[in-house]
């Protein structure tokens, strides 16, 4: 069965930071783009950031370059997401999501259970 | 960024209607769209691929389509299971948008 299971979250103040991992099993890892995508309470989806199967290629949102940081371990068939320089608006579920490639288009499937990451003093 | 602009934003309708929710994309995406389906507490699921590729185990109630940059998720005998809330979302390029979200209540 492939899964994605997120971890890392929790309570953290502004300006502090956090690492999310995300563990996936049930499929060959490292021939897969990795996304992370994130939710604020009762909000929609927003893309946060990807990485490229051999964890060179990197993009990121604007509301987040230069604080976070995304990378991945295709031994341990995980990625991250490093998050520096925290703010209130980045309290979200982040969800990690596969680029699973369907005939050419990219598409996020699965999707983990998401990690509440909080910021607050 | 291209903006994805989804409606409605809520609606309710009964079991055995047909349903449908709209998406525009505020430039050319050729037809990299796609619709998830996310119920409280879960992550999304992926409906359709590429505007109208229904993924496989989704009913084929669910249907997708295009006219230039106006997509389409059609349900077309609404099920209590498919209460959710529904995102389309650009796959044509970085970064990645979605829409707004509907949420679907079933009466």
């Known amino acids: 069965e492939v899964q994605l299971v997120e971890s890392g979250g929790g309570l953290v103040q502004p300006g502090g930071s956090l690492r999310l991992s995300c563990a996936a099993s049930?499929?060959?890892?490292?021939?897969?783009?990795m996304h992370w995508v994130r939710q604020a309470p009762g909000k929609g989806l927003v893309w946060v950031s990807r990485?490229?199967?051999?964890?060179?290629?990197?993009t990121y949102a604007d509301s987040v370059k230069g604080r976070f940081t995304i990378s991945r371990d295709n031994a341990k068939n995980t990625v991250y997401l490093q998050m520096n320089s925290l703010r209130a608006e980045d309290t979200a579920l982040y969800y990690c999501a596969r680029d699973g490639d369907y005939a050419g288009y990219s598409r996020f499937d699965p999707w983990g259970q998401g990690t509440l990451v909080t910021v607050s003093s | 960024d291209i903006q994805m602009t989804q409606s409605p934003s809520s609606l309710s309708a009964s079991v055995g209607d047909r349903v449908t929710i709209t998406c525009r994309a505020s430039?050319?995406?050729?037809?990299?769209l796609n619709w998830y389906q996310q119920k409280p507490g879960k992550g999304p699921l992926i409906l359709i691929v590429g505007a109208s590729a229904l993924q496989s185990g989704v009913p084929s109630r669910f249907s997708g389509s295009e006219s230039g940059t106006d997509f389409t998720l059609t349900i077309s005998s609404l099920q209590h299971e498919d209460s959710a809330t529904y995102y389309c979302?650009?796959?044509?390029?970085?970064?990645?948008?979605f829409g707004q979200g509907t949420k679907l209540e079933i009466k």
């Open positions: 430039q050319s995406i050729r037809n990299h």
């Open positions: 990485i490229k199967s051999d964890g060179i290629t990197t």
């Open positions: 979302q650009q796959s044509y390029g970085t970064p990645y948008t």
């Open positions: 049930g499929f060959t890892f490292s021939n897969y783009w």
